[in-house]
């Protein structure tokens, strides 16, 4: 299975989804899962912004290798689940990629639970904040992608 994480610049929120997901899916013994991230506005070779390294890095993970990628058609193909910052990426998918509609989700949609809410809100984007902002998105992150991988383990998303 394969799992996309996408926001805007592929910089700062889906990294640090990217990076806790990858943990979290090795410590569930799920490690066989395929993550990755990409960015809406597609911007390579960037290196995820220093609020957003040293914020996971705080909880031991390193997203100093991280270099942005820009999102692409055969990405979305490949995955069974996207994970997705905020409406405005879902619109831009359903505008651009109408197919796979049924298995594209707000990361917040998780942030209740388990089972995937239709109201979430957004991930605000801290691009520019400081570190402090960082650090909450990470808290929020976190509660979020724990129940997401609950949701994997029990099979209430994905193929």
Same mark, same amino acid.
């Given at each position: 299975m394969?799992?996309l994480v ?8 889906s ?17 066989h899962?395929?993550?990755a991230?990409?960015?809406?506005l ?5 290196? +995820? %912004? ?7 890095? *705080?909880?031991?993970?390193? !997203?100093?290798g991280?270099?942005?990628k #820009?999102?692409t058609?055969?990405?979305?193909? +490949? %995955? ?5 910052m905020?409406? *405005?990426?879902?619109?831009? !998918?359903a505008?651009?990629?109408?197919? #796979?509609r ?5 990361i ?6 388990p089972?995937?809410r239709a109201?979430?809100?957004? !991930? ?8 402090e ?8 992150i976190?509660v ?6 609950l949701?994997?383990k029990?099979?209430?998303?994905g193929?």
């Open positions: 394969r799992v996408i926001c805007s610049g592929n910089i700062c929120r990294p640090m989804v990217e990076a806790y997901l990858r943990q979290r899916l090795s410590r569930s013994e799920m490690a899962v395929v993550v991230s990409a960015g809406t597609g911007i390579n070779g960037v290196p +995820a %912004s220093s609020e957003a390294v040293e914020a996971m890095g *705080e909880i031991g993970i390193d !997203l100093t991280h270099r942005s #820009g999102l058609a055969p990405d979305l193909r +490949a %995955s069974e689940i996207v994970l997705a905020d409406h *405005e990426h879902l619109e831009y !998918l505008a651009r990629h109408p197919e #796979g049924d298995r594209r989700y707000l917040r949609a998780f942030e209740k639970g089972e995937p109201d979430a809100p957004d !991930l605000f984007d801290p691009v520019g904040r400081p570190v902002v960082f650090r909450k998105q990470r808290d929020t976190r979020c992608i724990d129940h997401v991988v949701a994997l029990h099979g209430d998303i193929p």
